[in-house]
């Protein structure tokens, strides 16, 4: 079984699970057919590297997207259970659960064990359960277009383990304008990605230009050289900090999400920031809205405390 993540791992899971338990007890008089959406199911349990020594800590210029907590006095290694089986265990426990899920994995290996340990754990639920074995993104397209968003409300969890979200899945699930969207948005990685000076590699900018699903993040992360000027220097360098990508990810998703709940930072044990943790509502009920962003706020407070 492969290893990734740390601490952080549970809080997101924690989150997601937890606003599922409300979310289905506010639809619970509703007539919708409600569905809970897993981009990057996973194989259904994770099993977490603790590493002792910050000795193989990756630098901060290492093009890597796949984290692993490094501060801990000794190696060890525990299970979590992902959100696809977390989603059961509440449909399961709720007095209406979600008519349908569907996970979407795109190894053949990890979608075949999530679907023996969902049958296996949660039986009452396996004829409600969807496997696809796909992209998540275009997984997510296909969905949004085949699916009746009148009678249909869902909520959605995008879980990635780097930067694989386009910029055009998150427009997809905005228009439905019937999704309450968490995201894990890769703010260590983008980190990573911007060096100090404006040389970055064309294929880093590409990556991040369907991230953002525009341009508009070069001006915004990095100014001019004015001391460099004065010399004949006319490159750029980096004016970007944790809060500036922070902020401008919450403007991006301002301009086709109804709402946007604060966020949450989740970091290592020495403080780096993995993923940013905040959900987009579609519905543009002002009763659905401040519903959403009520309960999706109080979690995200208690994460950041």
């Known amino acids: 079984m492969a290893t990734f993540g740390g601490p952080w791992s549970r809080l997101k899971l924690d989150c997601v699970e937890n606003y599922a338990v409300a979310y289905l007890k506010v639809m619970q008089q509703q007539n919708w057919s409600l569905h809970y959406v897993d981009a990057f199911a996973g194989q ?4 977490l590297k603790l590493v002792a020594s910050d000795s193989d800590a990756q630098s901060e210029d290492q093009a890597s997207f796949e984290f692993i907590d490094q501060a801990e006095d000794e190696t060890r290694l525990e299970f979590l259970e992902g959100s696809a089986l977390r989603a059961l265990k509440v449909s399961d426990e709720a007095r209406r659960g979600f008519d349908q899920f569907i996970f979407i994995e795109a190894s053949r290996k990890a979608k075949e064990k999530l679907a023996q340990r969902a049958l296996v754990e949660w039986p009452a639920q396996a004829a409600k359960i969807k496997l ?38 998150i427009e997809e699930l905005a228009q439905t304008r019937a999704c309450d969207v968490w995201y894990l948005f890769p703010i260590g990685g983008v980190i990573r990605m911007l060096p100090s000076s404006g040389q970055m590699d064309p294929m880093w900018e590409a990556k991040l230009d369907t991230l953002f699903g525009t341009t508009d993040w070069r001006d915004e992360f990095y100014a001019d050289n004015t001391q460099g000027e004065l010399f004949g220097d006319t490159s750029r360098i980096k004016s970007a900090n944790e809060a500036q990508i922070l902020s401008y990810i919450k403007k991006r998703m301002q301009t086709v999400f109804a709402g946007i709940s604060n966020v949450a930072i989740l970091r290592n044990s020495m403080g780096y920031p993995m993923f940013a943790l905040l959900m987009g509502v579609t519905n543009p009920s002002p009763r659905a809205i401040s519903s959403a962003l009520r309960i999706s706020n109080y979690l995200i407070a208690n994460l950041n405390h």
């Open 132 to 169: 696809l074995k796909d992209d998540a993104n275009d997984a997510i397209v296909d969905y949004v277009k085949n699916t009746n968003w009148s009678k249909t409300r869902a909520l959605v969890f995008l879980d990635p383990f780097g930067l694989q979200v386009r910029w055009r899945t």
């Open 44 to 47: 259904g349990r994770q099993q």
